[in-house]
């Protein structure tokens, strides 16, 4: 009997223990803020016929860091963004229906605001 509870104490505690840290942060606003802005920077800088950047989501990712997704030109096409500490934009993933990157922005990230 105490060897059964011994057993579910440990694992939930091993449940509660990944729990939280898959869990995600909340942002405040002014990150949230400085988040939207770098990463529409960014797409606008980067890659052609943008008219418009919609971010349809800002979390926590599995491993810490911060995430933005969203879509540009009225959805046509879709991003993810791993978002640095001092904002900028690490890394980001685009859909085959995203617009191309411009030739001079190909080799090297082009500057932007961040």
Not at 65 to 74: A, D, I, L, P
């Amino acid at each position: 009997m105490l060897k059964r509870l011994f057993i579910m104490l440990l694992i939930l505690s091993i449940l509660s223990a990944c729990n939280g840290v898959s869990s995600n942060k909340a942002y405040d606003q002014e990150t949230i803020t400085n988040a939207e802005a770098s990463t529409q920077n960014y797409i606008k800088s980067n890659f052609e016929e943008i008219q418009s950047v919609e971010i349809t989501s800002i979390y926590q990712n599995e491993m810490g860091g911060m995430t933005v997704e969203g879509s540009v030109n009225n959805g046509k096409g879709s991003f993810s963004a791993g978002i640095e500490n001092d904002f900028s934009v690490g890394s980001v993933g685009i859909s085959e229906e995203f617009p191309d990157r411009k030739e001079n922005c190909m080799k090297r990230t082009c500057s932007y605001e961040y």
